[in-house]
C-alpha cells in the first residue's frame, strides 16, 4: 500500500493502535487532552494519546 493511500485510511492513536477512518464510529473528550475513540466490533473506546489527538482531530476533518 503506498504512503498516501495509508495516511489517509489509518492513524496511529498510541504507541500500539492503529485505527482504519472506516470503522470510527464516533469520539468523545476523554480526559485532559485526550479522546476516546468507539469503533465498529469493539466494546471498548481506543483511547488517544496527548501528543496524537490533535492530529487525530485534522485526519478526521480530511
Known amino acids: 500500500m503506498d504512503g498516501a493511500r495509508s495516511s489517509a485510511l489509518f492513524f496511529r492513536v498510541n504507541r500500539s493502535e492503529i485505527v482504519n477512518i ?19 466490533h ?10 496524537r489527538t490533535s ?6 476533518a480530511t
Do not use: C, D
Open 55 to 60: 492530529g487525530f482531530r485534522k485526519w478526521l
Open 22 to 40: 472506516h470503522y470510527v464510529v464516533s469520539f468523545e473528550s476523554y480526559a485532559k487532552e485526550t479522546l476516546a475513540v468507539n469503533l465498529q
Open 42 to 51: 469493539m466494546s471498548e473506546p481506543l483511547i488517544t494519546s496527548k501528543t
